[in-house]
C-alpha cells in the first residue's frame, strides 16, 4: 500500500507562493520538492538515480553499502548520487541511514516555450 506519495515538479515562484497561502488557510496540498527550472529536475534525475530510489523505496533506512550492492554500482559514485538526492530534499539522511521517506514519488512538470521564438 502506498501510503504517501511526494511529487518532484517544476513550479513558479508565484504557483508556490499560491500553494503556501491556501495552505495556510487548511487547505490541504500534499507533499511537493519543488524545482524552479524543468532542467534542474532533469538534472537530478539521471538514470542512475532513479535506479537507487526504485532499490530503496518501501526498504527503511539503508546504508550507502546496501544501496551500492543493490545497484551493483561503487561506494563512492553511489554516496555522491545518494548526497544530490538529500540535497534536493527527495531522500532523507539521519544516524541510521538513508530512506526514501514515502511510498512513491511522482514527478510532474510541463516543458513549454518560455518566450516567443522569432521564426524566419
Same mark, same amino acid.
Not at 22 to 34: P, R
Not at 41 to 47: C, D, S, V, Y
Not at 78 to 98: E, F, H, S
Given at each position: 500500500?502506498?501510503?504517501?506519495?511526494?511529487?518532484?515538479?517544476?513550479?513558479?515562484?508565484?504557483?508556490?507562493?499560491?500553494?503556501?497561502?491556501?495552505?495556510?488557510?487548511?487547505?490541504?496540498?500534499?507533499?511537493?520538492?519543488?524545482?524552479?527550472?524543468?532542467?534542474?529536475?532533469?538534472?537530478?534525475?539521471?538514470?542512475?538515480?532513479?535506479?537507487?530510489?526504485?532499490?530503496?523505496?518501501?526498504?527503511?533506512?539503508?546504508?550507502?553499502?546496501?544501496?551500492?550492492?543493490? =545497484?551493483?554500482? *561503487?561506494?563512492?559514485? #553511489?554516496?555522491?548520487? !545518494?548526497?544530490?538526492?538529500?540535497? $534536493?530534499? @527527495?531522500?532523507?539522511?539521519?544516524?541510521?541511514?538513508?530512506? =526514501?521517506?514515502? *511510498?512513491?514519488?511522482? #514527478?510532474?512538470?510541463? !516543458?513549454?516555450?518560455?518566450?516567443? $521564438?522569432? @521564426?524566419?
Amino acid at each position: 500500500m502506498i501510503d504517501r506519495v511526494v511529487t518532484l515538479t517544476v513550479s513558479s515562484r508565484d504557483a508556490s507562493r499560491t500553494r503556501f497561502i491556501s495552505a495556510a488557510k487548511g487547505e490541504k496540498q500534499g507533499d511537493y520538492v519543488v524545482f524552479e527550472e524543468a532542467a534542474d529536475l532533469a538534472r537530478l534525475l539521471t538514470e542512475n538515480r532513479v535506479r537507487i530510489l526504485e532499490s530503496m523505496a518501501g526498504r527503511g533506512a539503508l546504508s550507502i553499502g546496501q544501496i551500492a550492492r543493490m =545497484v551493483r554500482r *561503487g561506494t563512492h559514485v #553511489v554516496q555522491d548520487d !545518494i548526497q544530490a538526492l538529500v540535497d $534536493a530534499g @527527495v531522500i532523507d539522511q539521519n544516524d541510521n541511514g538513508v530512506e =526514501v521517506a514515502c *511510498g512513491a514519488i511522482r #514527478v510532474d512538470f510541463f !516543458i513549454h516555450s518560455k518566450s516567443p $521564438a522569432n @521564426v524566419d
